[in-house]
Antibody, heavy 118, light 107 residues
């Protein structure tokens, strides 16, 4: 059974840092394309980042230069390092598997809540 | 960035109705479009990818069509379980972008 479990969400002050984790079971993170998507309270979905199998990364304009996506093969876990956090980064953060070229985000976790507030 | 515009934003319908949601892209995205369903407090669920390919396990009352800049999601006969918010997403170019969502509620 495929399971993605996010953790690490918290209440943090503007300018702070946080690292989100996404523990995966049922498939190997390093052999799949992985992504983060966020959803501000009561709002729609916003794509954040993707990590290719080969290690290439892409980011949304609003997080570029502040967020870093990575993985730990030994722990089969995906991460999102979030620096210089802003109030507008407040959201539920989902990790998801991208099926690869031609495919979409087919497996999702339940999300972890990040609240940026003073 | 490619803008995705869904219409309508809200749709009131009854069980058994045929429902159609439209998604327009600000530029050509070929067929690189997905549809997701999201219920309150739950993660999005992939329904359709590549504009018209049904994800494994998704009921056949859901269908997708279109290419280029105009796409539709159709639910042939609405069931109680289908009341939810639906999002389109383009994955033709970075950054990927989502539509603003269409909420399907009970008339």
């Amino acid at each position: 059974e495929v399971l993605l479990v996010e953790s690490g969400g918290d209440l943090i002050q503007p300018g702070g840092s946080l690292r989100l984790s996404c523990e995966v079971s049922g498939f190997t993170v390093s052999s799949n394309y992985m992504s983060w998507v966020r959803q501000a309270p009561g709002k729609g979905l916003e794509w954040v980042s993707v990590l290719y199998i080969a290690g290439d990364t892409f980011y949304g304009d609003s997080v570029k230069g502040r967020f870093t996506i990575s993985r730990d093969t030994s722990k089969n876990t995906l991460y999102l390092q979030m620096d210089s956090l802003r109030v507008e980064d407040t959201a539920l953060y989902y990790c998801a598997r991208w099926g690869g070229y031609g495919y979409a985000l087919d497996y999702w976790g339940q999300g972890t809540l990040v609240t940026v507030s003073s | 960035d490619i803008q995705m515009t869904q219409s309508p934003s809200t749709l009131s319908a009854s069980v058994g109705d045929r429902v159609t949601i439209t998604c327009r892209a600000s530029q050509n995205i070929n067929s690189w479009l997905a549809w997701y369903q999201q219920k309150p407090g739950k993660a999005p669920k992939l329904l359709i990818y590549k504009a018209s390919t049904l994800q494994t396990g998704v009921p056949s009352r859901f269908s997708g069509s279109g290419s280029g800049t105009e796409f539709t999601l159709t639910i042939s006969s609405l069931l109680p379980d289908d009341f939810a918010t639906y999002y389109c997403q383009q994955y033709n170019a970075w950054p990927w972008t989502f539509g603003q969502g269409t909420k399907v509620d009970i008339k």
